[in-house]
């Protein structure tokens, strides 16, 4: 993950499962399982195997180990889900996410609709860096965005992406990078890799 | 009182708006010393203070039904300025009640509020003479009014509003009426807590300011609201420099040349003030914004000569944040010639009390 | 609508049970109060034999209401001596002093479920929360402990409002907590109000739950800002002492002896007031001193700020 001076950036951390918790949801981006990672992730979480459920988003199944498992589709597919299971889960339950920074905001996002308070989810950044850019003129969102500088899906304008983040949006802000100069556009980087 | 307002003046297009000599000298000249540097400047927010601004709780000026207008432009241009999250809606009659009672007592020529009851169910007349406006409702019902109440009163008001939401000891911006602000998006940070919001704010974080100013924050007083000065540039007298419309606006920074700076550029300063609200136990963050032109500072010395050393020496990060990069130095060449250097006393009273002629 | 201090009048003092007297208070001018809401509380200056007593009573009024605040008063014999007072002092007519109203127990908006457990006289902050959730709409229930002989005492405040549940102890009655707790569905808040013995039972038995504790609320009175034990502070440039006195701040005592002292926030957090202290030893209560600055005693910030025994020296 990459460092920055601008305090909206979320600093995510290792999962860890809560004890406190009644049962635990474990929501896992398949593109960011690394290799033996479900494996460490079944050792992580053995101490509540008998209240876990885990869902693998885009993924084939383990051998087993990560308790009741569901196999999703997608990110779309989990806040689904999530939204039907409004009042399946209660106030001692906790929820574990890792995933690329779009994911991880999707189901925290879904997850605070039902109810899920801030601490009962964790968050774990893995995988690629690219960003979800909310363009700040037309308010329209560019998803994958590895570089610098990227061309708005929505209205074209070439946006400078920062790292001002917001969670509702799961998205960086983009601002026009050329407004006050038209056509002065810098070297365009790959640094969301 | 009598105020004389300017209803045709502009706020963009032909940008007719101008400061009365009077206004100028009300002005609320933000800078104390010949340096500044973030800090939690709070203080009681008392009818008292170095400008007559300070005299009333919310400050209405001869540019109010300008002001009123250019917020309505905005508004309809994008009705995405005014956003409320739905557990807001006691803040919001907390809004309404709090300015519809202290405009009426305090400018009671201008506006008045007859109430049948105090609770929620009672009748109330409200009359805004400058906007032309008579408004009959039930306190508490929300179908009553044209709009929701917050939109109804700030629509009314000069200046932003934001409402924060105190809960898990912090804050949350999670209502707000930003139609005149510095550079930051309601639809992006709405819902935000006090830190995230304040993230791409350089220097301030490390010191320490928002920790404390949020610490103190969550002790506000009921009936005891404070306030703070803020303050940046602006080119041209445009109240909407949002950052949803800088394509629009963002070419007017390349535009200043020392010969046109003292009209052109702006000190564009926010009179913040802080309301622990009743029912709902929410912050109100009023953000009142006074403009004035280089031209208009200059002629009280002090301030011409004080403006001059605070750019000067401003931290290269606070340019930066601000948006001056582009055209500081065309501006502080116009402003040198108003420095002879010589010491200036601390405070930030303008010491005349008639202006040099234009 | 801004101010320090109100005067209060007592208009009607009733016992509604042994040991609860209930108070109501209208603004001694003949105008109106400022209004307050769900979880508010006053504090009245009680003058008893001895010294004042600053206690904090929550309001059981309409949240909203300007006309009269009310409150309910438990007698307990070991309490400090405002209740006592109260008791068997206050008069109708008397004037009193209090603080514009304060919060420290308001309820979390955002909430899906409401739900709250009282033990006897807890039950008072509850009283408007009910009010307010019934002009919400928000999901809610109320649980009150308290003897069976006492159910009906707060029925003029309760108006046959739905959500309301008694529990006493006698078998079948008894409130059975870590049921209640499991059963509760993601985004409810707990607030609970209680003897302590009960709090502590409720908020084991939450955490037991997995309840985290940003859900879990209980409510306590007092002001971290106000004041303390009374004590002297010599300011020793301009060779004055002055007493700071219980209710008061060192800065309110020092500006009242008439010596300038800087300021600004007066909320310990601008860091204006910071003052060398060459003798003595603070209580620090300020946002702004570092762990190493209170460690190493040379300074103080007056707004807030106290003697922890004895007497301070400042350069002032
Ligand atoms: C609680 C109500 C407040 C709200 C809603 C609020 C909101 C904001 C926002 C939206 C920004 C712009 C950030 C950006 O660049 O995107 C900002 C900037 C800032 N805020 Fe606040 N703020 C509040 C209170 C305070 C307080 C109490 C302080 C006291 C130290 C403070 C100090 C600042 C400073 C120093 C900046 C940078 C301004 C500049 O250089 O132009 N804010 N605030
Ligand atoms: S006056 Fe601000 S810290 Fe004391």
Known sequence: MMHSDIKSRPVYQPLVPDLAGGRHLLVVEGETLAAGRLEELAGVFAPVQARLHTWLAGAAAPLGGLGKLWQLESAADVVDALACASRGYGVGDRLYVQGTEPFLWSVATAAAVIGFGEKQVQLYHAGSLRRRVWCTHCHGMTEGVTTSIVACGGCGRHLLVRDHFSRRLGAFMGVMVDAEAPGEIPAIEEVFA | ?358 | MTGETLKLKVAALADIAPGLRHVRLVAADGGKLPPAAAGAHVQLALAGAARTYRNAYSLVSRPGARDAWEIIVRRVPTSRGGSAYIHECLQVGEVLEAGWPGNLFAPVRTARRQLMIAGGIGITPFLSYLAEFAFSGVEHALHVCCRESEQQVFDPWLAGRPGVSWYWDADGHRLDIPALLAAQPAGTHLYLCGPAAMNEEVLAAAAAAGWPDTHVHCEHFGSALSGGEAFRAFLARSGVEVEVGEDESLLDAIERAGVNAPCLCRGGACGVCATPLLEGEAEHRDHFLSAEERAAGLLIMPCVSRARAGRLVLDL
């Open chain 2, 1 to 358: 009182m009598t105020i004389a307002f300017k209803p045709e003046e502009t706020f963009r297009g032909d940008y007719t708006y101008r400061n009365s000599d009077a206004a100028v000298l009300r002005f609320p000249f933000p800078f104390p010393e010949d340096r500044y540097m973030y800090s939690v400047n709070i203080e009681p927010h008392v009818r008292s203070g170095p400008s007559d601004v300070f005299m009333r709780p919310f400050d209405v000026d001869e540019h109010y039904i300008a002001e009123c207008r250019d917020k309505a432009i905005t508004l309809e241009r994008d009705p995405g300025r005014c956003q409320v999250l739905p557990h807001m809606m006691l803040a919001q009659w907390d809004t309404l009640e709090l300015l519809m009672e202290s405009l009426s007592a305090d400018y009671p020529a201008l506006f008045s509020l007859v109430k049948e009851g105090d609770d929620f169910g009672s009748r109330w007349t409200w009359t805004n003479r400058p906007l032309g406006l008579e408004q009959s409702f039930i306190f508490g019902d929300p179908a009553t009014l044209p709009c929701e109440p917050f939109e109804y009163i700030t629509r009314q008001a000069q200046g932003d509003f934001a409402i924060c939401d105190q809960r898990d000891n912090n804050l949350y911006m999670d209502a707000g009426m930003v139609t005149s602000q510095a550079d930051w998006s309601l639809e992006f940070d709405v819902g935000m807590s006090f830190m995230e919001w304040h993230g791409p704010v350089p220097l301030a974080h490390q010191t320490g300011v928002f920790e404390r100013a949020l610490k103190y924050l969550l002790m506000l007083r009921l009936g005891q609201p404070v306030r703070r000065l803020n303050w940046t540039m602006t080119i041209n007298p445009r109240l909407d420099t949002s950052p949803e419309n800088f394509p629009e606006w963002g070419t007017d920074r390349a535009s200043v040349t020392p010969d046109n700076a003292g009209q052109k550029v702006h000190l564009r300063v926010e009179l913040q003030t802080l309301w622990r609200l009743p029912r709902s136990n929410a912050i109100l963050f009023p953000i009142r914004c006074y403009l004035a032109s280089l031209d208009d500072l200059a002629r009280v010395p002090k301030w011409g000569a004080r403006l001059h050393r605070v750019l000067s020496s401003l931290p290269r990060e606070l340019v930066e944040y601000k948006g001056l990069t582009r055209y500081l130095p065309a501006a502080l060449e116009w402003l040198a010639q108003h420095d002879d250097g010589a010491e200036l006393p601390v405070g930030t009273e303008s010491g005349v009390t008639t202006l040099a002629p234009r």
